[in-house]
């Protein structure tokens, strides 16, 4: 035997190779050779895995065709089995090449054939110095080893379930319960095998089980494990199992969250539908039923908000999940689980109350008189003096959580008789919250020449371009950003409820794409324009099918 143990990294054909050789160590030389080698097979093994946990697996099996043969060998090697960690490895890997959407029968074979390695490697342990007679007794009770171990595993996952489940009572604890340290190392025991099907009744067992102890008895590994296998969609759990993951462990809350985000932000917005589907597939409203995840979630998508000074994009994620949640909120609500201060404790609860109203609970004869009152609310708790920076941006980040009722600011300024005033106010702050009172008096100024200008422009039947850039002209200093951002809400509103706007708005949308940077800010308040009217069940049939058209021209 070749006594060199110097072999290069991850050289899947020299460990084959000595696999072959190996065989099921059955000469004395053989083992001899097995065991100079296993502690650098073992770091293989290791570097192996640290590498497929990062790919799927049908490009770990094209970047490495040799690895199936060389794991299936190593698995019914009890030398390598039995020395320190590489069971656990060899489970580890195995998992990773499981195909959790298995596509066409190839991956269902290589599924079936990886579930009877791993049912091996879970029994060898107590059968490994007996294997003719278990052999011999498997086959008197008329299965296959395959069929044997398969059975095997989902009576460990029984028999474990039964255990956890038998010392809980509704939730509680009764006498006699499992220690604590056993729990742990069911957890444990769990880590490779997440992603294998008959695992989840267990992993859903231990995620409910709270047990007698003030402090967390399951792995953090098991709980981090579980959350990624989640959020990859490589599992599927119960709501009430994700629920508890999350309240037991906040990281795997806040990776779920930023999850989201990464998810959300990383694509082309086309809908809000689509940005609500995978919100709700997140579980994310659901679960900040509970105050304590909400308080938590909003956090981290207030500091999303303030780190990308408010992008559209991120805006319109935030405000969605609000949506969703006010949903969930009513609902659970019937059932007075929670008062409105747990989720809102530090802002002022009329404001938090009036917010919290949908557009579509009220006539919409009613909308700017309740706007107003909102306006005059947030005015009153921004020009308070002893208002702070810190208070400022809650404020701001509570209203713009609720922007749904700011684009409707917006839409009634144009298209309802109301005082101006107090809604373009409240679309001033919304726009630039940190200004000075003296920079928002100069803002109102501004917005308001604006709002005159296209006022006079509203009811014309025939529009330019350049008639409607005089109203932008109009104002004194376009440069600043919240003036920006003021001038296309009022702008794109104009153009989507006027008559003489509909006639010009391809062609004022494209001058604006062309001569700014605004493309993002105009698609979000389209999408989200054409979300309000399809769930408020407004009859707007033309102005749906302008901003279809517009969205269309802006995806080109």
Request: aromatic share 10%; hydrophobic share 40%; glycine share 2%.
């Amino acid at each position: 035997m070749a006594q060199d143990t110097t072999v290069p990294t991850l050289d899947f054909k020299y460990w084959l190779d000595k696999a072959v050789e190996w065989g099921q160590a059955t000469t004395l030389e053989t083992q001899k050779d097995v065991c100079l080698h296993l502690p650098q097979l073992q770091e293989f093994l290791q570097q192996t895995y640290e590498t497929l946990k990062h790919m799927n697996s049908i490009v770990a099996i094209q970047q490495f065709p040799l690895i199936g043969q060389l794991l299936g060998r190593l698995c019914w090697n009890p030398f390598v089995i039995g020395y320190d960690e590489s069971q656990k490895t060899l489970m580890w890997c195995l998992c990773c090449l499981y195909s959790s959407e298995p596509q066409n029968p190839v991956e269902l074979k290589a599924n079936s054939w990886i579930r009877s390695l791993l049912c091996h490697l879970l029994s060898s342990s107590k059968w490994e110095s007996n294997e003719a007679e278990t052999s011999t007794f498997i086959s008197a009770l008329g299965y296959t080893s395959a069929d044997y171990y398969c059975h095997l595993v989902e009576n460990i996952v029984s028999s474990l379930v039964t255990e956890l489940r038998g010392n809980q009572f509704n939730g509680l604890t009764v006498q006699g319960s499992v220690p604590a340290s056993r729990v742990n190392a069911v957890s444990l025991f769990c880590l490779p095998l997440i992603t294998l099907p008959d695992i989840t009744p267990l992993l859903e067992t231990l995620l409910l089980y709270h047990g007698g102890s003030s402090k967390e008895i399951l792995s953090s590994q098991f709980l981090e494990a579980v959350n990624d296998a989640f959020l990859k969609k490589k599992i599927s759990l119960s709501e009430s199992a994700v629920f508890s993951l999350w309240l037991r462990h906040l990281p795997s809350l806040e990776n779920a969250t930023l999850h989201v985000l990464d998810q959300l932000v990383s694509i082309q917005m086309n809908s809000l539908e689509e940005v609500a589907s995978v919100i709700k597939d997140s579980f994310l409203p659901r679960a900040a039923s509970h105050p304590a995840i909400f308080r938590i979630v909003n956090e981290i998508f207030k500091n999303a908000l303030l780190e990308t000074d408010g992008t559209p994009e991120v805006m319109t994620i935030i405000q969605v999940f609000t949506q969703l949640f006010v949903q969930v909120l009513q609902n659970e609500n019937k059932q007075h689980k929670f008062p409105l201060k747990a989720y809102f404790p530090h802002h002022y609860q009329p404001l938090v109350v009036a917010l919290l109203r949908r557009p579509f609970e009220l006539p919409a004869t009613c909308w700017s008189q309740h706007l107003t009152h909102i306006s005059n609310m947030v005015k009153a708790l921004v020009e308070d003096t002893n208002v702070s920076s810190y208070d400022l941006s809650e404020i701001w980040f509570l209203v713009a959580c609720f922007g749904e009722w700011l684009d409707i600011a917006a839409e009634q300024l144009l298209k309802a008789a109301v005082e101006p005033d107090a809604l373009l106010w409240l679309l001033a702050f919304y726009c630039c919250p940190q200004t000075k009172n003296l920079q928002r008096i100069q803002t109102m100024a501004e917005a308001r020449a604006v709002y005159n200008h296209l006022m006079m422009l509203f009811n014309a039947t025939t529009l330019s371009v350049r008639d409607l850039q005089a109203a932008v002209n109009s104002i004194t200093d376009t440069e600043q950003c919240y003036t920006q951002h003021l001038t296309t809400h009022l702008l794109a509103n104009f153009l989507l409820f006027s008559s003489g706007g509909h006639m010009i708005a391809q062609e004022f949308i494209s001058h604006i794409t062309e001569t700014t940077d605004r493309s993002k800010e105009v698609r979000s308040l389209l999408i989200r324009t054409a979300y309000r009217i399809n769930q408020n069940g407004e009859e707007n049939q033309k102005t749906v099918k302008l901003v279809n058209e517009l969205l269309q021209k802006l995806n080109v």
